[in-house]
């Protein structure tokens, strides 16, 4: 009897146990609790941190992250307002707000997600559709990112979501459209090179003829005053030597004759036939260049007197 009433007694503390541990559920910083009473919402948010009650088996809990979460958005094609392809890979950052609706619209995040993906490729759409291409990959990308984030948001509230942010990670032509484009743009700077070069070779030329005909010009003015220097240099010295005759007419014969002398027997291969009855030989007869013999102290002119 005792050995019964001991295991019935057993029984209960395990029974009791399990109910316990059913009735306790533990809700994380990073989640909120939505409390189910056979399917039907009981307490409808629980955020805050700790250990919550619940009715066993009746009772049945679902757990929604309160984080911020991302959704990548497939690459797609976008033709702009100018007719321009362009590859638009977006992404968003969402929240889910009202766990209620989130769990009654979506079920789950994977299901919210998929759903959230395609409003947010329609939004993309819609908004890039009616930019230019300079607008979207140049002049206007955080306004068009705001429109975009607006209107997926303005869809995603029916979800229980709050989308936060929509960023276009990359807006670009295609492949071939961009190797198009750069060989047009290598194209164009081989002949803005060409043309450079070309202009800069006629520069060249231009400068080199200016400075050729300076050169000409310069030459001309040196050789021209060199020209009027020698000229008044000899007109120096022919005066000089004017004036020199004019002193002693004598000496001056004399040594023009001693210059005659030193160019006209230099050491050479020419030979010169004269008589020594020259007058070029006059000074070899006697000093003075005459027949005459002066007197010491004075030149034949001074005797005569």
């Known amino acids: 009897m005792r050995r019964s009433l001991f295991g019935g007694v057993l029984v209960l503390i395990v029974i009791a146990l399990i109910a316990l541990w059913g009735s306790v559920f533990t809700v994380y910083q990073t989640e909120n609790a939505l409390v189910l009473r056979f399917g039907e919402p009981q307490r409808v948010i629980i955020n805050d941190p700790g250990l919550h009650w619940k009715l066993p088996i009746a009772d049945s809990v679902i757990f929604v992250d309160n984080r911020i979460l991302d959704l990548d958005s497939p690459v797609q094609e976008v033709i702009a307002s100018d007719q321009k392809r362009l590859v638009v890979d977006a992404f968003a950052r969402y929240r889910i707000t009202d766990p209620l609706r989130f769990y009654q619209s979506a079920g789950s995040i994977s299901q919210a997600s998929s759903r959230l993906a395609t409003v947010l490729n329609s939004a993309v759409r819609r908004v890039l559709g009616d930019a230019t291409f300079f607008a979207v990959v140049r002049d206007d990308r955080p306004e068009l990112m705001t429109q975009i ?3 997926v948001n303005r869809e995603a509230q029916s979800f229980g979501i709050t989308v936060i942010d929509v ?7 295609p492949q071939a459209n961009s190797e198009a484009i750069f060989r047009r743009m290598q194209t164009e700077r081989e002949q803005e090179a060409s043309q450079i070069r070309a202009e800069g ?14 050169a000409i010009v310069i030459v001309a003015d040196a050789n021209r005053e060199s020209e009027q220097i020698r000229g008044e240099g000899d007109a120096e010295r022919s005066s000089i030597f004017a004036e020199a005759y004019t002193q002693d007419p004598d000496f ?7 210059q005659a002398y030193d160019d006209a027997l230099a050491n050479g291969d020419t030979r010169l036939l004269l008589s020594p009855n020259s007058d070029f030989f006059r000074y070899f007869g006697t000093p003075f260049g005459s027949e005459q013999q002066p007197g010491i102290g004075g030149s034949p002119a001074a005797q005569a007197e």
């Open 252 to 258: 001056f014969a004399f040594y023009r004759s001693m």
């Open 201 to 214: 070779a006629e520069e060249a030329r231009r400068i080199r003829a200016r400075a050729d005909r300076d």
């Open 167 to 173: 960023r276009i990670r990359r807006a670009d032509l």
């Open 149 to 151: 984030t607006q209107q």
